[in-house]
């Protein structure tokens, strides 16, 4: 492998919505970017895998062919994620054990599967995408919102355990930002969660993704165990 060609980036569900700006984000910034999906296409220039992060012998194939082909992994973009939404009432146990083992379960089997490469070389980035419903709730939510509030102790355990070894976990908590998620949303729902925004806005992709392109710079070392909202002003810095 050639020295100064850019670290190896994997942004999960990194084919569309955030993950793709995340990972346009990474590559404009000169790293080399692999991102994985359950379909495993990429945009030009990225390498695209089939990973579906809640069946952890995928995830550890997609690392396989990532590190053979371009090197062990310096940054996760951990952003795949679900809803399934609906009041309580209704809410049935797989509806709620499946965004959980997606959203956080997931969010695991990729940073246990990340981190041990980045122990031996005593560097890496973990950056995982929560919600700003994870500290403000959202009405048919309940499973959702609890897998991104998860994801904060999750990070926040790993800031503490792998930050001897020069590995950083930060949080960034997106408020409500145009993508297919948010699209098949009805039009009252949209209204009502952009009238929470200061803005009266939602946000796009390229919001969130400028935030995670500085958490994974140079410039970002000494941020660790964070809790960043990128959300209009919605949560006021919660
Ligand atoms: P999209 O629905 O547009 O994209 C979700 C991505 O996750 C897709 O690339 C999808 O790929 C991937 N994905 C889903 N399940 C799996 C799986 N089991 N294994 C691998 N990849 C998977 O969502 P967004 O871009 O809107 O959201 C991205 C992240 O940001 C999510 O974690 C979401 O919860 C979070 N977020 C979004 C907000 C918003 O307003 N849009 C607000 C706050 C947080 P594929 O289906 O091809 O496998």
Redesign the pocket.
């Known amino acids: 492998m050639v020295e100064n060609e850019g670290r190896v980036a994997l942004v ?8 793709a700006a995340c990972a346009a984000a990474l590559a404009a910034a000169g790293e080399r970017v692999a991102v ?4 495993g296409s990429a945009p030009e220039g990225m390498l695209g895998v089939t ?4 069946d952890a012998d995928s995830v550890d194939k997609a690392f396989g062919k990532i590190e053979a082909e371009l090197g062990p992994v310096e940054i996760v973009v951990s ?5 399934r939404d609906t009041l309580l009432a209704t809410m049935s146990e797989e509806a709620f054990h499946d965004v959980i083992d ?2 956080l379960v ?1 969010a695991y089997r990729v940073a246990k599967r990340a981190t041990r490469p980045m122990m031996r070389l005593r560097r890496g980035r973990l950056i995982f ?4 419903v994870a500290s403000i709730g959202g009405p048919g939510q309940a499973n959702y919102a609890a897998s ?1 509030a998860g994801l904060i102790g999750f990070a926040r355990s790993l800031a503490r355990e792998l930050a001897p070894r020069n590995i950083t976990a930060n949080v960034v908590a ?4 145009r ?4 699209d098949a949303l009805t039009e009252d729902q949209r209204a009502a969660l952009t009238a929470a925004v200061p803005g009266k806005r939602m946000g796009d ?1 390229q919001d969130v993704a400028a935030l995670v392109a500085f958490l994974a710079s140079p410039a970002a070392a000494y941020i660790n165990g964070a809790l960043i909202p990128v959300d209009g002003g919605l949560s006021m810095g919660h």
């Open positions: 999960t569900g990194g084919n569309r919505g955030i993950g994985a999906s359950r379909g990973m579906d992060v809640a952003n795949a994620g679900i809803v997606t959203n997931g995408i929560s919600s700003v991104k997106p408020g409500p930002i993508t297919d998620m948010t992709p």
